[in-house]
């Protein structure tokens, strides 16, 4: 039977990516900002600067500060990279978020399984570049997005039976035979999830995947906590169960707090993460998952999937990043299981 033999989680957002000096293009999009998403609120940028800006977070928005940390984000990922490589996993299973990549409000399932021969991460297009670096983005994308366009093979014996396995375990759960099209024909790449763990994590190492979608971001069919807890279980007893000798890497990719760092909500997290804390982590109020922190319930999938399997997670890094001082940026996190 295949065996669980691996775990990460790491974020993937997109100051990592960025040049410190870069980071202010995004700063002044937060400051443009209506519904910035902090525990059971939401604020204006200059609410939120009210509620808690100030000389704490300003401290921390300096350039010498965002390049250290920005510094001990890359230390981050190339220890996790090279742990990954080296661990050396026959497939990976990468739970991660869609954002309107594949999927778009004309149906966004809670959870999905692509179940194709191959995903294409296709390099940008004239057009997406110019819309990215509108809106603060650029050179970052290509962290995301190959410079030329990549196929990576997908483990479609496993993504069938775990989607068999989930139908058998009473979860509704999409069933993605095909790289979804837009109208014209044309191929959607792959996500920024999927296509994070490739580019900067495995520096495209074609390693098999079954790409595992939950909807964390949009309204209204955001699964629960516990749901997703849930739902990592069938997919570890799908591995468990699967008549192969492969050796199965778990990757949870995005999260912790985002776009209002909240360094509080993160260690506790984190610290449920590495204790195996499962009541914690199921009990979280729903609301406390809300835009870009929402992707923490990758992890909580990738937890329900670990579960049993004798592995521990060591925390490798965490890492606050500030690009305001009302406290907006992203809570970045490193780990493995082993
Ligand atoms: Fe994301």
Redesign the pocket.
């Known amino acids: 039977m295949a065996q669980i033999a691996y775990g990460v989680g790491t974020s ?2 997109p100051l990592l990516n960025l040049p410190p000096a870069e980071w202010e293009v995004r700063a002044n999009f937060d400051r443009a900002q209506i519904d910035l998403a902090l525990r059971d609120g939401t604020y204006t940028y200059e609410e939120l600067h009210k509620h808690r800006g100030g000389p704490h977070f300003a401290k921390f928005t300096t350039l010498d500060e965002r390049t250290a940390r920005h510094t001990r984000c890359q230390q981050g990922l190339d220890q996790l990279g090279d742990k990954l490589l080296a661990a050396d996993p026959d497939i990976m299973v990468v739970v991660g ?1 869609d ?1 309107h990549e594949w999927f778009m409000e004309d149906k966004q399932p809670s959870f999905s399984v692509f179940c194709g021969d191959e995903i294409q991460n296709l390099t940008l297009t004239e057009e997406e570049r110019e819309h990215k670096i509108k809106i603060g983005r650029g050179s970052d994308m290509y962290s995301y997005r190959p410079l030329a366009d990549q196929a990576y093979p997908v483990a479609k014996d496993l993504s069938l039976h775990i989607h068999q396995q989930a139908v058998e375990d009473e979860f509704d759960v999409a069933a993605c035979m095909k790289q979804p099209t837009d109208a014209d024909g044309s191929i959607r790449s792959v996500g ?2 999927i296509g994070f763990i490739y580019r900067r994590l495995l520096r495209d190492k074609p390693v098999p995947v079954v790409p595992v979608l939950l909807n964390t971001f949009y309204p209204p069919n955001q699964p629960t906590p516990k749901r997703c807890y849930e739902f990592g279980k069938s997919i570890g007893r799908a591995i468990r169960s699967w008549k192969s000798d492969a050796r199965i890497a778990a990757v949870a990719s ?1 999260g912790i707090s985002h776009f209002v760092v909240d360094e509080e909500w993160d260690h506790k997290m984190l610290g449920a993460f590495k204790n195996g804390d499962v009541e914690t982590l199921i009990n979280e109020p729903n609301i406390m998952f809300r835009s ?1 922190s929402s ?1 923490t319930k990758n992890w909580i999938c990738v937890a329900g999937i670990l579960e049993g399997s004798g592995l521990k997670m060591d925390l490798l890094d965490y890492v606050p990043c500030y690009r305001t001082d009302a406290g907006t940026g992203s809570g970045m996190a490193f780990a493995t299981w082993s």
């Open positions: 993937h957002g978020d954002q920024h999830a995005g870009g992707e």
